[in-house]
T-cell receptor
Framework: DTGVSQNPRHKITKRGQNVTFRCDPI?????LYWYRQTLGQGPEFLTY????????KSRLLSDRFSAERPKGSFSTLEIQRTEQGDSAMYLC?????????????FGPGTRLLVL | RKEVEQDPGPFNVPEGATVAFNCTYS??????FFWYRQDCRKEPKLLMS???SGNEDGRFTAQLNRASQYISLLIRDSKLSDSATYLC???????????FGAGTILRVKS
């Protein structure tokens, strides 16, 4: 399978715990994005990387959220001291920079439930 | 005002019907436009890009009106398998983030 992969697919945690999600993009893609989606809404942008550089962060990304892409390949998204409001689907997408109509391809998502 | 607005539906149509969705966006500097399809509890998947001159892919036709800042999607000869949520997506031109509408639910019934 050469698409975007995400692990874990589901995560249940208790409020106050830390969680970390992983995203492996399509291998030749140099851009990687994180989005969050809640029920009945479209995905909302959180942050994006070009290679290993984090180029943009949404105001949605509080201090409890951190993302890394240390070698310009896979990325991790960590949420510290989780809150019930963090419950959502966390989606990763990747794209190849420089295309005329650059297309982002999404992974299957990590569904987080904070109890 | 939301950056990308769509009628949430649901649109309930019989098989074989033609259905159209519209979407409006707020930023006139927006650069690229897409329709994504999302099945229940799955990730969004690209349905088609939307070009200024309009474009067609089989039963699907997308149109862009930059002056009025709206995008449309027309589905002809609806199939049961077209049942999904259709997301209108805009690259607003700052950074590289996509801005999604909340989606329009389509239900095709036999």
């Amino acid at each position: 399978d050469t698409g975007v992969s995400q692990n874990p697919r589901h995560k249940i945690t208790k409020r106050g715990q830390n969680v970390t999600f992983r995203c492996d993009p399509i291998s030749e893609h140099n851009r990687l994005y994180w989005y969050r989606q809640t029920l009945g809404q479209g995905p909302e942008f959180l942050t994006y990387f070009q290679n290993e550089a984090q180029l943009e962060k949404s105001r949605l990304l509080s201090d409890r959220f951190s993302a890394e892409r240390p070698k310009g390949s896979f990325s991790t998204l960590e949420i510290q001291r989780t809150e019930q409001g963090d419950s959502a689907m966390y989606l990763c997408a990747s794209s190849l920079a420089g295309q005329t109509q650059e297309t982002q391809y999404f992974g299957p998502g990590t569904r987080l439930l904070v109890l | 005002r939301k950056e990308v607005e769509q009628d949430p539906g649901p649109f309930n149509v019989p098989e074989g019907a033609t259905v159209a969705f519209n979407c409006t966006y707020s930023n006139s500097a927006s650069q690229s436009f897409f329709w994504y399809r999302q099945d229940c509890r799955k990730e969004p998947k690209l349905l088609m890009s939307v070009y200024s001159s309009g474009n067609e892919d089989g039963r699907f036709t997308a149109q862009l009106n930059r002056a009025s800042q709206y995008i449309s999607l027309l589905i002809r000869d609806s199939k049961l398998s077209d049942s999904a949520t259709y997301l209108c997506v805009v690259n607003m031109g700052y950074g590289n983030k996509l801005v999604f509408g909340a989606g329009t639910i389509l239900r095709v019934k036999s």
